[in-house]
C-alpha cells in the first residue's frame, strides 16, 4: 500500500513539473530537474521500502576511499 500511495504522489506532481518546465522550452532546466527528482526518487523508494539509506555512511565511505588514493 505505501508504494502504491508513494507512486501516485510522486508521478503526477514529477510529470506536471517536468511538462511545464518542457513547455517553457528550457531543456536543460528540465534535465537537471529530472537528474535531482530521479536520485530523490532513489532515495524515498528506499525509505517506503523500509530500507533507508544512510548518507552520512555512504559520505564515510567516499571520504575514507578519497584518503587511500592519496
Same mark, same amino acid.
Given at each position: ?9 510522486? /508521478?503526477? !506532481?514529477?510529470?506536471? /513539473?517536468?511538462?511545464? /518546465? !518542457?513547455?517553457?522550452?528550457? +531543456?536543460?532546466?528540465? *534535465?537537471?530537474?529530472?537528474? /535531482? =527528482?530521479?536520485?530523490?526518487?532513489? !532515495? ?8 533507508? *539509506? +544512510?548518507? =552520512? !555512511? *555512504?559520505?564515510? =565511505?567516499? +571520504?575514507?576511499?578519497?584518503?587511500? +588514493? *592519496?
Amino acid at each position: 500500500m505505501n508504494m502504491l500511495a508513494f507512486h501516485l504522489w510522486f /508521478v503526477p !506532481l514529477f510529470g506536471a /513539473v517536468l511538462f511545464y /518546465v !518542457l513547455r517553457k522550452k528550457q +531543456i536543460r532546466d528540465a *534535465f537537471v530537474f529530472v537528474a /535531482v =527528482s530521479l536520485m530523490g526518487y532513489g !532515495l524515498w523508494l528506499c525509505i517506503v521500502n523500509q530500507r533507508p *539509506f +544512510i548518507i =552520512s !555512511l *555512504f559520505i564515510a =565511505s567516499i +571520504i575514507n576511499a578519497v584518503k587511500r +588514493i *592519496f
